[in-house]
């Protein structure tokens, strides 16, 4: 596990013409996830006027820290469960009887909401 992630970084940025731009990029909170830095650089460096194609780019990291703790879960996190919907109503049906209902459109442009859909009883 990676302890430390980067804080500061620094892109030298030499182009064909001779003109070199500097860009550094500060994180609020140190970052060790790739796509999270991946996503700063290049966003940084689309917004970035070129003034000729790159010749060499130099990324240089200036400072390092200790990555923030992470709020431990009180409970497991729930994994959904591999039981279809229909599933779920048969189950239910089979316990419960013929309680449960279905909604259903009868007049979807009606003006008022109670009278659009009927509840049937689901067989």
Do not use: M
Not at 14 to 38: K, S
Not at 42 to 62: D, G, K, M, Q
Not at 65 to 85: G, H, I, K, N, Y
């Amino acid at each position: 596990a990676q302890l430390r992630g980067w804080r500061r970084i620094r892109l030298d940025l030499y182009f064909v013409d001779g003109d070199v731009r500097h860009l550094d990029l500060v994180f609020v909170e140190p970052v060790a996830d790739a796509a999270r830095v991946q996503a700063t650089l290049t966003n940084n460096l689309a917004t970035l006027i070129w003034p000729a194609e790159a010749s060499c780019v130099r990324i240089t990291v200036h400072e390092t820290r200790e990555l923030p703790v992470q709020q431990l879960t009180l409970f497991a996190p729930e994994t959904p469960p591999d039981v279809s919907l229909g599933r779920v109503v048969d189950l239910l049906r089979a316990k419960y009887g013929s309680v449960f209902f279905r909604s259903a459109y009868i007049a979807p442009d009606h003006p008022v909401a109670e009278r659009r859909t009927r509840l049937h009883a689901l067989p």
